[in-house]
């Protein structure tokens, strides 16, 4: 495992201009899992601040440079994930219930202190930071999903269109189709692939007027030949039928529908 791979540990930045009470706090704070940094002052808080990640702050209030109110609205301002709080004397609690009521502070930490009170409140506070980190971690994986949702979604639209301009011509070339069988003066029979006669052109339908042919099988309405001739599905078969000599030819077709069928094409047999 690489440096890279260890998480980085919690930081806890302490911000006052006495040494002393930061002393007091550095050494109160030494055991626990997260590490501890001081600035004394609000500018030097704000300047430990830039050189890299805090997790929660707890500041003093009566400081030279700054308040500590004025320095967490700033904090707030320029590093908004922070938890920050204040330790202050009960003199300075209005101005500090107006920053808890802005949002700038997240608690109010009383002076003199007790040493596993406040040392509970911090670490309540890192357990709020973690939970809130993680809120955002999920926030920002459900936008990530939400956004390739998103693009899925486009790509299967697009591909539905596709499909549905490709079944549209499909369906616009099967009917141009059937209008030029339709025109074609021999007669023509579409079958399909129970054997049903599902299809007859203009050529077909008036020749063979006296049948009834649409919706009958080719066994029951026509001569058996062409009951074989399909169940062969190609060939041609030579019959006379209604006195009249013929050339069936038998072919085999694929609809749009991915379904086989027949047609019988029917040519008047001119030998003599």
């Known amino acids: 495992m690489t440096a890279e791979d260890v998480p980085a540990r919690p930081t806890l930045l302490l911000v006052d201009d006495e040494d002393s009470i930061l002393s007091s706090l550095k050494r109160l704070l030494r055991r626990e899992a997260y590490r501890v940094v001081t600035a004394n002052g609000g500018q030097a808080g704000l300047d430990e601040l830039a050189r890299g990640r805090v997790d929660v702050i707890v500041s003093g209030q009566r400081m030279p440079d700054m308040s500590g109110v004025d320095f967490l609205r700033q904090a707030k301002e320029l590093y908004p994930d922070t938890l920050r709080m204040v330790l202050s004397g009960y003199a300075d609690l209005k101005s500090i219930t107006d920053a808890i009521n802005e949002g700038a502070i997240y608690k109010f930490l009383s002076k003199p202190w007790d040493d596993d009170a406040l040392k509970a409140e911090i670490d309540d506070a890192f357990r709020r930071k973690a939970l809130q980190d993680e809120n955002r971690r999920l926030s920002r994986e459900l936008q990530t999903a939400n956004t390739e949702l998103i693009r899925v979604n486009a790509q299967l639209q697009q591909a539905l269109d596709v499909q549905r301009q490709r079944t549209e011509l499909g369906e616009a070339a099967l009917t141009a189709t059937q209008e030029i069988v339709n025109c074609v003066p021999l007669p023509i029979l579409g079958v399909d692939s129970d054997g049903l006669l599902v299809f007859a052109n203009a050529a077909a339908a008036k020749r063979f007027a006296r049948r009834a042919l649409l919706g009958a ?35 085999a077709v694929d609809s749009i529908m991915q379904q086989r069928g027949y047609l019988l094409i029917f040519m008047p047999d001119l030998t003599p």
């Open 217 to 251: 099988t080719v066994a029951e309405a026509l001569p058996a030949e062409l009951a074989d001739l399909v169940a062969q599905g190609r060939g041609e078969a030579m019959l006379l039928m209604d006195e009249d000599a013929w050339r069936v030819s038998c072919h």
